[in-house]
């Protein structure tokens, strides 16, 4: 049983569908990525796990409970984090006040998580009286994901961590993530970099015009021959 | 000898009607602006109720002077208002947050347009501006007691044996003193505390804040109640500093929002900082410099006119002219804050 699980969810933006009983899940300590071309609906249907989106159909799981009718609010604090693509930092403030900001909800002291997100992010530590807007692409990322990650969830959702960055910090971002996985917590990832996502992926889901057209290990999916021909350019 | 002296008396000449005047208004329209530029960064709209709200603060702090004078309570030093105050800004702040309650929270819940907001806003400042006027009417009010000079000009000539006086009134004192301790206070708030930190996240960056579980109906009724406080703060210190007049707070709601936009509107130092900027101009512009530069130059180069660029009554020319030409150089302001 998966610990995060969107059952045959259908729905858009108020007008027509745009994903089409989608079916994506992760389960811990594991990473699921899904992938496919431009306008496939895969940002869609991760706002629908966080119930950004009013599904018209289809059913989302955490932990084996209906959380279908939640607010994103509400799923945050019970352990959804979500990086969004864009501004996914709060630019005027430091490192440190963008961290301290994605533990608002916890009364607990905060130290401990802060200090194993500076472990992970070394970088950070050393920047943490900087402000975020100051950083360069790669590092304003790692706050991204490191202000997900201090509210200590069990499932983490990024939108494309990786648009807009450099190969090298891209490798180092996946890096990082598969750390995060290691730590058991679940990971859930919309890529355009489908190889090397796919790579590092325990489960993969190609979506194309919102529905499922491949489902299965990132290995299989990155030995299919159809997969590789039509999503991954030969 | 006869030079240095010259000198003298045209520096205190210009610091008694130029510079201390400009400190105490600019300290005035700095508090104003900053609760606009705080409304504007987590509301995201110009709130053109701001100047009536500062009426409003400076009419129940005059009801609770004449409260508190009729019970025989008052102080030989201190303006009974100052003790007033407190009492009238939790009366404007419990009217202000019934006010978002029935009025704004409507739209927010309805994720309005902010051009929506800021005609509900003009409907409030109507609906103030009449409040007010019903409560204490449309007279000029002097609520003023206590000492009104630290410095009198009679004396500072007799001291210094100057020609030129230089009065310093308590309450241009008293106006830069308390803007000095609010402001330190708003950053400090802003800065150091929980609720500050998720304040200024919120303003950056909305719907990242709402994924950080920081909630908006808390985060909004902080901002109404320092907007609130501060609106109080700045009604009664100009109150005092001149006179009570219900017009006048709607008159200055166009130096404030020069202010606020002048200095980059969403960013509280921008706010201060343009607060000065306005006062200064509006006041240098306006003052008759004739006996200045008379003092300055030989006695045969002394200007027939007055000195001076435009006449008192075009005051709010000068704040028009400011906006207009940030709004055209740099619409960011200063401290480039956001676009309105």
Redesign the interface.
Known sequence: MNYLIGENLTGGYGGADIIRNCNVSVGKGEIAVVVGPNGAGKSTAMKALLGMLSLRKGRVFLDGNDITGMS??ER??HGMA?V?QN???????TVE?NL???A??RRDDITETMNQVFELFPVLKEKRRQLAGELSGGQRQQVAVG?ALM?RPSVLMLDEPTAGVSPIVMDELFERIIEVKRTGIAILMVEQNARQALNIADQGFVLVTGENRFTDTGEALLANEEVRKSFLGG | MENSIDLLNALVLISNYVLIPSLSYGSQLALGAVGVTLVFGILRFANFAHGELMGLGCTATIFFTWWFQSMGISHSFFPTALFAMPFAMLITILLVLAIDRSVFRFYRLNKSRPVTFVVASVGVMFMLNGLVRMLIGTDEIIFRDGQKFLIKAGLFKKMTGLNEGLALKQTQVLTVVLAVVAVFLLFLFLQRT?TG??M??Y???E?????????TERIVMVTWIIAASLATLAGVLYGLDKSFKPIVYFHLLLPIFASAIVGGIGHPLGAILGGYIVAFSEITVTYAFKKFITYIVPANFAPEGLGQLLSTEYKFAVSFLILVLVLLVRPTGIFRGRVL
């Open positions: 994103p609010q945050v604090s979500f969004p501004q996914n930092v709060f630019v005027t403030l006040e301290e900001m994605g608002y909800l202000r509210t | 929980r930190k998720a200024r996240a303003s950056d960056n719907d990242l804040a709402l994924l950080s579980g920081i909630s």
